[in-house]
């Protein structure tokens, strides 16, 4: 059996399709000509310090000892040679949702000031979970490096 592009698509597609997702979030590094280049392991290290910096923000300063309330994401680098930006699907496993949506967008700026950030509820239809698990999958390729695709880590 061979395994193609479409196959390892439609295969995460199902899989983070299932997941009960709380919110769908873009956040891009926006560079500048001539200014700073990120790369994928640049734009990762970014992407777990807006991770830290937003549970702190919602579980307090031992944020680190609560893996259990800890936010879960899963991450999907995209256009690694031009504007480099994450899509993400996100799961607060906290109550703090208004702390979340107030404040997320102001830690990716204060973290990347040229960046920008998109934040939406996944509960705005019953197919928001179907439709945005296809769109982050769209730039999955089976020789992509390991590195493209991001998890939280508790």
Same mark, same amino acid.
């Given at each position: ?31 500048? =000509?001539?200014?700073? &280049? ?5 734009? /990762? ?5 807006? !991770? ?9 300063? $031992?944020?680190?000892?609560? =893996?259990?309330? $800890? ?13 480099? !930006? ?6 607060? $496993? ?26 939406? !509820? ?11 698990? $296809? ?5 999955? &390729?089976?020789?992509?490096? /390991? ?8």
């Amino acid at each position: 059996m061979t395994i193609n592009n479409k196959d390892i698509k439609e295969a995460w597609r199902q899989w983070t399709a299932k997941k009960d997702w709380d919110y769908f979030v873009s956040l891009a590094f926006n560079p500048q =000509p001539f200014g700073r &280049y990120w790369s994928v392991q640049d734009a /990762a290290r970014d992407l777990h310090e807006w !991770h830290a910096r937003n549970d702190r923000l919602m579980l307090g300063g $031992r944020w680190h000892n609560k =893996p259990h309330k $800890r936010t879960q994401f899963y991450g999907f680098v995209e256009h690694v040679d031009s504007n480099i !930006h994450w899509h993400l699907m996100v799961k607060l $496993r906290s109550d703090k949702h208004e702390i979340f949506e107030t404040e997320a967008g102001d830690v990716w700026k204060k973290l990347i000031p040229s960046g920008s950030n998109k934040i939406k !509820h996944a509960q705005a239809d019953e197919d928001a979970n179907k439709t945005f698990s $296809r769109y982050c999958g769209k730039a999955i &390729y089976i020789n992509d490096p /390991a590195e493209n695709i991001q998890f939280s880590q508790s």
